[in-house]
């Protein structure tokens, strides 16, 4: 079963701007991460963010959590075209395996 | 170093044969995982290997699929009888230590197609 929703489902927006991306779960998590995947294949892993957190960054990324509304966001600054890609958040619930969502689809015009 | 294959990239088949699916993990990467991407959904898990330990096959969604990882590296994916639900892309991954915050490395996938 889905234990992330992410939402919007697709999202499209023009070069430069920002983009915000926000995933839902269910139950209580150890931690929390996104995934970026192009062209339906293989995932990369973008950042992890541990329940104990509430925010972190890694270059252009800024993710967010609140544990109390069981959900976090993935906000991309200055996208670029390049950016275009299909992201994932993934949570872990005190196994070594990842619940996946759906997954928000983003495209960044030039 | 090299990242985590899977061979082949693409495989069609008909209804009812055999399929194996490979997956090199990356050297030294204890834990390996299997996981199902139907069109436009999220991954699925499907079973994961951990050291020498035996294997979560929680997911796997009926008894026509099986998994091995031979010597703790290589790992082969079975689904025997192929059905038409089974076409998907199945993806494997690796991490170095079998622990929950420990990074997953994904391969690029194996893109299955029943006819």
């Known amino acids: 079963s889905q234990q992330g929703e992410e939402d919007p489902q697709a999202l499209s927006i023009q070069e430069g701007e920002n983009a915000t991306m926000n995933c839902s779960y269910k139950t209580s998590i150890n931690n929390l991460q996104w995934y970026r995947q192009n062209s339906g294949r293989g995932l990369v892993h973008l950042i992890l963010?541990?329940?104990?957190?509430r925010e972190k960054h890694s270059g252009r990324l800024r993710v967010t959590l609140d544990t109390s509304r069981k959900s976090s966001s993935l906000l991309i600054t200055a996208s670029r075209a390049a950016d275009t890609a299909s992201y994932f958040c993934a949570t872990n619930s005190g196994y070594s395996t990842l619940t996946f969502g759906k997954g928000t689809m983003l495209l960044v015009s030039p | 170093g090299a990242g985590v294959s899977q061979s082949p990239s693409n495989k069609v088949t008909e209804k009812g044969k055999d399929v194996e699916l490979r997956c090199d993990p990356i050297?030294?990467?204890?834990?390996l995982y299997w996981y199902r991407q139907s069109l436009g959904q999220g991954l699925e898990f499907l079973i994961y290997?951990?050291?020498?330990?035996?294997?979560?096959k929680s997911g796997l969604p009926s008894d026509r699929f099986s998994a091995e990882r031979t010597g703790g590296s290589v790992s082969t994916l079975t689904i025997q009888r192929t059905q038409q639900e089974d076409s998907a892309v199945y993806l494997c991954?690796?991490?170095?230590?079998?622990?929950?915050?420990?990074?997953?490395?994904f391969g690029p996938g194996t893109r299955l197609t029943v006819l």
């Open positions: 290997f951990q050291g020498n330990s035996a294997p979560d």
């Open positions: 050297s030294g990467h204890t834990a």
């Open positions: 991954a690796s991490s170095r230590l079998s622990v929950i915050t420990d990074t997953q490395y």
């Open positions: 963010i541990r329940s104990n957190e």
